[in-house]
């Protein structure tokens, strides 16, 4: 599979914004979900945003609704994040991931294809 690869994290202070991109050329199909998901030390890896390509629908967790948004590019080759009213508690490594999933899910570990992920640090 062609890797799927994260850019845009920083350091920003609390309540600015970044817009994380992943270049994810390799799953373009309708049939994929694509998601962010993010991972702070000593917690375990958790949901952020999804979306599914086929009708761009999208989910988000709790925490950042209404300060994230998820979206794509028209040929759905890059995935975006973007990201406002920063909090200390987003501080984090960011990671994108893919799969063909049925339902689209906000589990982690029933996704199978994964970045590297990028480092988002939040500080007042």
């Known amino acids: 599979q062609v890797p799927l690869v994260e850019s845009g994290g920083g350091s920003v202070q609390a309540g600015g914004s970044l817009r994380l991109s992943c270049e994810a050329s390799?799953?373009?199909?309708?049939?994929?979900?694509m998601g962010w998901f993010r991972q702070a030390p000593g917690k375990e890896r958790e949901a952020v945003a999804i979306?599914?390509?086929?009708?761009?629908?999208?989910r988000y967790a709790d925490d950042v609704k209404g300060r994230f948004t998820i979206s794509q590019d028209n040929a759905r080759k890059t995935l975006y994040l973007q990201m406002n009213s920063l909090q200390l508690e987003d501080t984090a490594m960011y990671y994108c991931?893919?799969?063909?999933?049925?339902?689209?899910?906000?589990?982690?570990?029933?996704?199978?294809?994964w970045g590297q992920g990028t480092q988002v640090t939040v500080s007042s």
């Open positions: 390799g799953y373009t199909a309708a049939r994929y979900c």
């Open positions: 979306i599914r390509r086929s009708s761009a629908t999208t």
């Open positions: 991931a893919a799969d063909l999933l049925p339902s689209c899910t906000m589990i982690p570990g029933q996704w199978r294809y």
